[in-house]
T-cell receptor, first 113, second 114 residues
């Protein structure tokens, strides 16, 4: 059973508008969450992260929101640009000594010019 | 330059072949990982090495054999693979200290088993 779920395999957004990518998790031991972006034929690159002690983290056009009670996080990109078109993976890490990341299946974002 | 380099980028091998994937990181990290990405699926963690010691093996078949000779290099030895093993194999590294840190990924090896 997947502990990190991205239920939307794809999302299309007009350039300049907001992109909202969603992620749900089931493991209450997760305390650190990350978003990665992946272009074709490249490895995932780190985008932004958030610790469970926060509910929002912002970096330029990218903002991640965490709702612990709902076990839900989202990535907001505003304004969206065509270069943002990529697959976005949500990942989570448990507290304690286990440091490996558990990934969602990804959402393909297409920003239309 | 991602700091994590994987070779080869593409590999086609027969089911009776033996091949190895190589990963090298130039970031001074002390943990390295192998992930498998199949189409439309999440990245699946295969192996974790922390300070050159294997700390995790997520029920990976023995036809995949990792090797970590030092904290900068990681290999994945492949033998008698099956067509369903065709996937993108990603290496990653991170700094395992008390603080949270992200993993840095290589560009991956696209493996096709014929």
């Amino acid at each position: 059973d997947q502990q990190v779920k991205q239920n939307s395999p794809s999302l299309s957004v007009q350039e300049g508008r907001i992109s909202i990518l969603n992620c749900d998790y089931t493991n209450s031991m997760f305390d650190y969450f990350l978003w990665y972006k992946k272009y074709p034929a490249e490895g995932p690159t780190f985008l932004i992260s958030i610790s469970s002690i926060k509910d929002k983290n912002e970096d330029g056009r990218f903002t991640v929101f965490l709702n612990k009670s709902a076990k839900h996080l989202s990535l907001h990109i505003v304004p969206s640009q065509p270069g943002d078109s990529a697959v976005y993976f949500c990942a989570a890490r448990e507290s304690g000594s286990a440091r490996q990341l558990t990934f969602g299946s990804g959402t393909q974002l297409t920003v239309l010019p | 330059e991602t700091g994590v380099t994987q070779t080869p980028r593409h590999l086609v091998m027969g089911m009776t072949n033996k091949k190895s994937l190589k990963c090298e990181q130039h970031l001074g990290h002390n943990a390295m990982y192998w992930y498998k990405q199949s189409a439309k699926k999440p990245l699946e963690l295969m192996f974790v090495y922390n300070f050159k010691e294997q700390t995790e093996n997520n029920s990976v078949p023995s036809r995949f054999s990792p090797e970590c000779p030092n904290s900068s290099h990681l290999f994945l030895h492949l033998h008698t693979l099956q067509p369903e093993d065709s996937a993108l194999y990603l290496c990653a590294s991170s700094q395992e200290t008390g603080a949270n840190s992200e993993a840095f990924f290589g560009q991956g090896t696209r493996l096709t088993v014929v």
